[in-house]
């Protein structure tokens, strides 16, 4: 059954450059406290849904071209909720709730951690602060990064697809890779995502294979007011 579903959003939502990744709800709820729970059955069907560096040019920029009559407030954001909401379209017999990764609720808690979502799911390696035994940091607080094997931090966690109706109690769980090893590098990945986000160092910790052209990097370092003029929109 997974296996059938995966299938489909993979074939759907590869080619705008996005990567799906399955897990049971019970996996992502068992590391994290009671509050930050999803609200089903721990064998439920779940997946990760991720941006990769390509979903600028066949995601978003197609989706803004034939969007361009009709008011658009974020781009990107309606871009991943156009598409990850389309899917429903093609499992017309299947409940599919979809939640973004900026959704929050009434308590301001994220409605998921993407990030805890990625590690579990094996789609990127979730660093935290407790991943280095040596910790320079004292008081201050530090949070924690996901690194993609293939991509480093050039991607996005955008959200959540869950089938209620789907239970997958022999799904089997891929560790994700563990691709920033060494102690050192793991302190210096912490240390430029926490310190230096803004000039984009952390997201080259690893060799990638792909990361976002000087036009994609441009736009995301663009305040958003000033992004349509990027997408040759006027505002
Ligand atoms: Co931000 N941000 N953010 N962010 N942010 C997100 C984390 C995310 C995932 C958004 C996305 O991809 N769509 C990305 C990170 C991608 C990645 O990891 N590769 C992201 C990014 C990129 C950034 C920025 C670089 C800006 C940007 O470009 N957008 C900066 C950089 C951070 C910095 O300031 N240096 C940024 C900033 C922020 C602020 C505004 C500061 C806040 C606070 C950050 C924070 O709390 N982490 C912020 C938020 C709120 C978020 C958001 C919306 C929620 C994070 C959150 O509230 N976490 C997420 C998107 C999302 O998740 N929906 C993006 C709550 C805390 C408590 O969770 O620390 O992970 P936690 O703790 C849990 C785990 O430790 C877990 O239990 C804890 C909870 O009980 N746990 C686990 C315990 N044990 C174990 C064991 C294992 C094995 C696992 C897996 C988990």
Not at 31 to 44: E, G, I, K, N
Not at 127 to 135: G, N, T
Not at 139 to 152: M, N, Q, S, T
Not at 172 to 188: I, L
Request: hydrophobic share 40%; net charge neutral; glycine share 6%.
């Amino acid at each position: 059954m997974e296996e059938r579903v995966a299938e489909r959003l993979h074939g759907a939502l590869g080619p705008l450059g996005f990567e799906v990744h399955a897990f049971k709800v019970g996996w992502y709820n068992a590391v994290l406290q009671p509050a930050f729970h999803l609200p089903y059955p721990d064998d439920t069907l779940a997946f990760v849904v991720l941006s990769t560096p390509s979903m600028f040019d066949k995601a978003l920029k197609p989706f803004v071209n034939k969007e361009r009559l009709k008011i658009i407030r974020d781009p990107v954001d309606q871009c991943v909720s156009h598409h990850l909401s389309s899917v429903k379209e093609i499992f017309p017999d299947q409940k599919v709730d979809v939640i973004f990764d900026y959704e929050i609720l009434p308590s301001r808690r994220p409605k998921f951690l993407a990030q805890t979502a990625a590690h579990v799911a094996g789609a990127a390696y979730y660093y935290q602060r407790k991943d280095v035994k040596l910790d320079p940091w004292g008081e201050k607080k530090i949070f924690g990064v996901c690194i993609h094997p293939k991509y480093g931090g050039w991607f996005a966690i955008r959200g959540l697809l869950l089938f209620p109706d789907v239970q997958v109690p022999f799904l089997e769980q891929s560790a994700p890779v563990d691709c920033v090893s060494t102690e050192e590098k793991r302190t210096e990945l912490l240390e430029l995502f926490n310190f230096h986000w803004q000039d984009g160092r952390y997201r080259d910790i690893i060799e990638v294979k792909e990361r976002y052209s000087e036009e994609q990097k441009t736009y995301f370092s663009t305040p958003p007011a000033e992004r349509f003029r990027l997408l040759g929109l006027t505002r």
